[in-house]
T-cell receptor, first 111, second 116 residues
Framework: RKEVEQDPGPFNVPEGATVAFNCTYS??????FFWYRQDCRKEPKLLMS???SGNEDGRFTAQLNRASQYISLLIRDSKLSDSATYLC????????????FGKGTHLIIQP | GAVVSQHPSWVICKSGTSVKIECRSL??????MFWYRQFPKQSLMLMAT?????????EQGVEKDKFLINHASLTLSTLTVTSAHPEDSSFYIC????????????FGPGTRLTVL
């Protein structure tokens, strides 16, 4: 079983729509959770950390369910610039530990 | 955010040659640097973790004699792919963690290696 599993997509959604991604992780010792964004042939960039209480950053909302080992990302009012691959990432100790990445979910926002 | 540079951004070499990739933290001291590799349509995979002044810790399945890592200063780590072969062709990305004041790894722009 992969450590972090995501639906690779692609998800094709119209501009302005709301889209949700999910991922599951296998290591119950994981303590830190993130969503990264990766554009084609570029390095990943941190989108947001994910906390047990759920957190929101503008149009983006992340949720964590430790019991189910499940993480979600919701994007509201999607923009063309949101087109990218979204990577679900976990590790044990925040920035000080190596990160375990999912393969990513490819999102295409259509005009 | 903190800035990490990588050099070169891309390299093409013949099979059997060695290639050195540099990773620098430009505006903070990187006590820990990480090296990742990403094959097409695959996830980034951690190859090794290096702390300044000590030997790197390699992930299972990564040959330490093939991928030499040096982290001799708080702003520079190098990855040398020795005797590269076509199966080593990949996107190599470093990240740095340290005194930026933010609990986050900052990624370099990556190096695309093609071995002919």
């Amino acid at each position: 079983r992969k450590e972090v599993e995501q639906d690779p997509g692609p998800f094709n959604v119209p501009e302005g729509a709301t889209v949700a991604f999910n991922c599951t992780y296998s290591n119950s010792a994981s303590q830190s959770f993130f969503w990264y964004r990766q554009d084609c042939r570029k390095e990943p960039k941190l989108l947001m950390s994910v906390y047990s209480s759920g957190n929101e950053d503008g149009r983006f909302t992340a949720q964590l369910n430790r019991a189910s080992q499940y993480i979600s990302l919701l994007i509201r009012d999607s923009k063309l610039s949101d087109s990218a691959t979204y990577l679900c990432v976990v590790n044990k100790r925040g920035g000080a530990d190596g990160l375990t990445f999912g393969k990513g979910t490819h999102l295409i926002i259509q005009p | 955010g903190a800035v990490v540079s990588q050099h070169p951004s891309w390299v093409i070499c013949k099979s059997g040659t060695s290639v050195k990739i540099e990773c620098r933290s430009l505006d903070f001291q990187a006590t820990t640097m990480f090296w990742y590799r990403q094959f097409p349509k695959q996830s980034l995979m951690l190859m090794a973790t290096s702390n300044e002044g000590s030997k790197a810790t390699y992930e299972q399945g990564v040959e330490k004699d093939k991928f030499l890592i040096n982290h001799a200063s708080l702003t520079l780590s190098t990855l040398t792919v020795t005797s590269a072969h076509p199966e080593d062709s990949s996107f190599y990305i470093c990240s740095a963690y340290g005194t930026s004041g933010i609990d986050e790894q900052f990624f370099g722009p990556g190096t695309r290696l093609t071995v002919l």
